[in-house]
Antibody, heavy 116, light 110 residues
């Protein structure tokens, strides 16, 4: 059974940093592209970033480009999202997901609140 | 990249069929047969129910079906059941390993 477990969310001040993690099990992690998708109460789902199987390619939505960094450690079956210079509009539930041509499996999410 | 356009809400009675539309532009929905749909119950993670416009993952009921015409994709749920009450989101590939979601549709089973 595919299992994705996110961690690392919390309350952070504007301009601050946070690093999310996602532990994977039940499948061969290194065989899959992975993604982060976030959900805000008012704006629904938003794709945030993707990373290739070996970590050699990364793609971001424009609104986080230059502030967020996606990475992975295939030896640890883990995905990460380093979030810097956080803004109020980054407040959301953050999900990790496996990705082929769609988001096949999702974790339960970790909440991030950016507020002073 | 603007979000795909979905109706905010739809409703139907048990046993009926409903259709949720998802309108994009020529460079996303209109260009790729990579439209997917997700079902989300309150407090739960989204679940993939349709991919590549018309395909259903293993274990998803055949009551769910998808289609596409030009820049608009559609999700049809036939034989509505109480457990179908949820939020539904469409998603399309937009090129260069990027994706865009719709704003979501709340389905109410009357």
């Amino acid at each position: 059974e595919v299992r994705l477990v996110e961690a690392g969310g919390g309350l952070v001040q504007p301009g601050g940093s946070l690093k999310l993690s996602c532990g994977a099990s039940g499948f061969t992690f290194s065989n899959y592209w992975m993604s982060w998708v976030r959900q805000t109460p008012g704006k629904g789902l938003e794709w945030v970033a993707n990373i290739k199987k070996d970590g050699s390619e990364k793609y971001y939505v424009d609104s986080v480009m230059g502030r967020f960094t996606i990475s992975r450690d295939n030896a640890k079956n883990s995905l990460y999202l380093q979030m810097d210079r956080l803004r109020a509009e980054d407040t959301a539930m953050y999900y990790c997901a496996t990705m082929t041509a769609q988001f096949d499996y999702w974790g339960q999410g970790t909440p991030v609140t950016v507020s002073s | 990249q603007s979000a795909l356009t979905q109706p905010a809400s739809v409703s139907g009675s048990p046993g009926q069929s409903i259709t949720i539309s998802c309108t994009g532009i020529s460079s996303d929905v209109g260009s790729y047969n990579l439209v997917s749909w997700y079902q989300q119950h309150p407090g739960k993670a989204p679940k993939l129910i349709i991919y590549e416009v018309t395909k259903r993952p293993s274990g998803v009921s055949s009551r769910f079906s998808g289609s596409k015409s030009d820049n608009t994709a559609s999700l049809t749920i036939s034989g509505l059941q109480a457990e179908d009450e949820a939020d539904y989101y469409c998603c399309s590939y937009t090129g260069t390993y990027s994706w865009v979601f719709g704003g979501g549709t709340k389905l109410t089973v009357l």
